[in-house]
T-cell receptor, first 111, second 111 residues
């Protein structure tokens, strides 16, 4: 029973912004939106998370719609090393065990 | 902080043999998780420890699988009488409160 919906794959030109969408129309009030990515042959890597305000860190920005039913992860200047599978996950932030991964979006950054 | 370490990185075994994987979490993290990932899929939850207590097991964890975390430090995942369907990447993660930190995984191939 997937809580999020993401496109299967996306392409992005090197140096351009990569905008990865995620739908989470059934999100609860106490659930956060988390983003992870997985580069080939590595474990998933935490990127960013947020509740309702937009968030930015050194890796990416997270834009959450006002109704919280969808969000967008933005990589401002994509590089070839950003090629990975990106996972959008909704979970209660301090819940012990509710990190559930879907199939994610395979982002390919092209030169 | 050396991150989450998993050993071995790769394991090839014959069907019917037993295998054991080890995970060393980040030292101050009291929560430890095991996931399994097959090609093209996101990681699937297997089991979870808080300190030395195993608090949840997925239905994916058949009777042939057992996990331990003695003394609440490192953890082991054992698979008995391996089957070809057990071929996958086995990921370990640890956390303290919010985000998970994953290891690079152990890739198991059953021939």
């Amino acid at each position: 029973d997937a809580k999020t919906t993401q496109p299967t794959s996306m392409d992005c030109a090197e140096g351009r912004a990569a905008n990865l969408p995620c739908n989470h129309s059934t999100i609860s009030g106490n659930e956060y939106v988390y983003w992870y990515r997985q580069i080939h042959s590595q474990g998933p890597q935490y990127i960013i998370h947020g509740l309702k305000n937009n968030e930015t860190n050194e890796m990416a920005s997270l834009i959450i719609t006002e109704d919280r039913k969808s969000s967008t992860l933005i990589l401002p200047h994509a590089t070839l090393r950003d090629t990975a599978v990106y996972y959008c996950i909704v979970r209660v932030a301090n819940n012990n065990n509710d990190m559930r991964f879907g199939a994610g979006t395979r982002l390919t950054v092209k030169p | 902080d050396t991150g989450v370490s998993q050993d071995p990185r790769h394991k090839i075994t014959k069907r019917g043999q037993n295998v054991t994987f080890r995970c060393d979490p980040i030292s101050e993290h009291n929560r430890l998780y095991w996931y399994r990932q097959t090609l093209g899929q996101g990681p699937e939850f297997l089991t979870y420890f808080q300190n030395e207590a195993q608090l949840e097991k997925s239905r994916l964890l058949s009777d042939r699988f057992s996990a331990e975390r003695p003394k609440g430090s490192f953890s082991t995942l054992e698979i008995q009488r391996t089957e070809q369907g057990d071929s996958a990447m086995y990921l370990c993660a640890s956390s303290l409160v919010y985000g998970y930190t994953f290891g690079s995984g152990t890739r198991l191939t059953v021939v």
